[in-house]
């Protein structure tokens, strides 16, 4: 026979019962999927505004173009997963939440990405206008999907929000790393690390720092 | 009731909960609460604390019921929502060295905080033997150090060191057994 609360108890449960709403339950899949079509979106629109490098067809069969495409791809679909587990309490939580790591998979491309630079004798010249443009396209193509995951995350229960809020940005970065890489014609290896990968952890930690608290919704609303 | 019989009807107060059904979550509640009470106090001491945090543990149930998938078993998901509100209240309290003690230097493995049988940590621990549980009450409970838990005990730290590992393993083992006679 299980005990009766102590009164106290007894009064939060019934004023929590007397607030009982039926809810519409989400599921993983469901959740993923919406931020996947999201980002699909993005990059087909941008893709669709702005085009593709005119070499891409050539590109395409380069496979060290298409490891670091892959390896960007990787970042943002496994991080994905690990954000939307994180708001998910359930048994799986703790061993999915560390995919989130994977999104830092660009940033270490970008290291590789310098490594070769200094080993081919790339131009240094990558801080002119059109070199920044990369960065700046990179930050607003991310911050669309940046909006929706913490909108979405956020009527979820992410209890480690500042985790959750890093994992959206390494998320949401890596997605604006595809298309600068199907987009930028650039082969140069300084201007690919600075501008496509490597500023994919440092703008996510801002912004978790910035949205973290956002997260945090669910627990008064 | 055996837990396996409790845990299953968690499950089904949970999902009509999510459909609206009073009863059935009134009895979810006071079923869930007396556990979810057991678990803190292997946490924390402090009645208040233990009260206050007892209640924001409820509150965010209630607030979370929609991201429970009535297809899964309740404890998984319960004992997530209790564990990450006892970390998430140790934080605010600034007992990060107590949180860290826990996740770090436990050789009690993270998972097995997420294992089905979370919730009936407290259960696992009155198990224990006296030596083994007195050795984790104060480290892990009480946040001694391995050198005052010893002198308390009046034993040398490293055989303080030998028994809190073996303790660690034997509340490991309760853990492990509890989750394979519920699956």
Redesign the interface.
């Known amino acids: 026979?299980?005990?009766?609360?102590?009164p106290?108890?007894q009064n939060?449960?019934?004023s929590?019962?007397?607030?009982?709403?039926?809810?519409?339950?989400?599921?993983?899949a469901g959740v993923y999927a919406r931020c996947f079509v999201v980002v699909l979106g993005v990059l087909l629109t941008a893709t669709f505004v702005m085009g593709l490098r005119s070499d891409w067809s050539v590109k395409m069969r380069d496979a060290t173009y298409l490891v670091f495409l892959c390896g960007a791809f990787a970042g943002f679909l496994l991080s994905l997963a690990g954000v939307v587990a994180l708001?998910?309490?359930?048994?799986c939580?703790?061993?999915k939440r560390h995919l989130i790591w994977f999104g830092v998979l660009p940033f270490f491309l970008g290291l590789v990405t310098l490594i070769l630079a200094e080993m081919t004798g790339a131009s240094h010249h990558v801080l002119s206008w059109d070199d920044a443009k990369c960065g700046a396209t990179l930050i607003s193509l991310a911050a669309i999907p940046l909006v929706i995951f913490t909108a979405q995350i956020s009527q979820?229960?992410p209890?480690?929000s500042l985790r959750a809020a890093f994992g959206i940005g390494l998320s949401a970065l890596s997605a604006g790393t595809i298309f600068l890489q199907w987009h930028c014609a650039s082969d140069n290896s300084f201007h690919l690390a600075l501008w496509h990968f490597l500023p994919v952890v440092p703008v996510a930690a801002v912004v978790a720092a910035m949205t973290h608290k956002a997260l945090r919704r669910?627990?008064k609303? | 009731m055996s837990k396996k019989t409790d845990t299953a009807s968690w499950s089904d107060w949970m999902r009509r909960a999510q459909g609206g059904d009073g009863a059935a979550y009134r009895n979810l509640l006071h079923g869930i609460s007396p556990r979810i009470f057991g678990v803190i106090r292997c946490y924390i001491k402090d009645a208040t604390m233990v009260e206050d945090l007892h209640q924001e543990i409820l509150f965010k149930i209630h607030k979370a019921r929609h991201t429970y998938d009535p297809a899964k078993p309740f404890a998984p998901w319960l004992g997530s929502v209790t564990r990450n509100t006892i970390f998430d209240y140790l934080r605010r309290k600034r007992s990060d060295s107590r949180l860290e003690t826990l996740q770090e230097e436990s050789n009690l493995p993270t998972s097995a905080f997420s294992l089905d049988e979370t919730i009936f940590l407290h259960d696992a621990m009155a198990r224990l033997s006296e030596a083994h549980r007195s050795a984790i009450e104060l480290v892990q409970i009480q946040g001694l150090s391995m050198a005052e838990a010893a002198a308390k005990l009046g034993i040398s730290s490293d055989a303080m060191k030998t028994r809190a590992s073996r303790a660690y393993k034997a509340l490991q083992e309760l853990l492990l057994a509890e989750d394979k006679e519920s699956t």
């Open positions: 026979m299980t005990p009766a609360p102590p106290n108890q939060l449960i019934a929590l019962v007397a607030d009982l709403r039926p809810v519409k339950v989400v599921s993983y708001a998910l309490p359930s048994h939580e703790t061993t979820l229960a209890f480690q669910w627990e609303g």
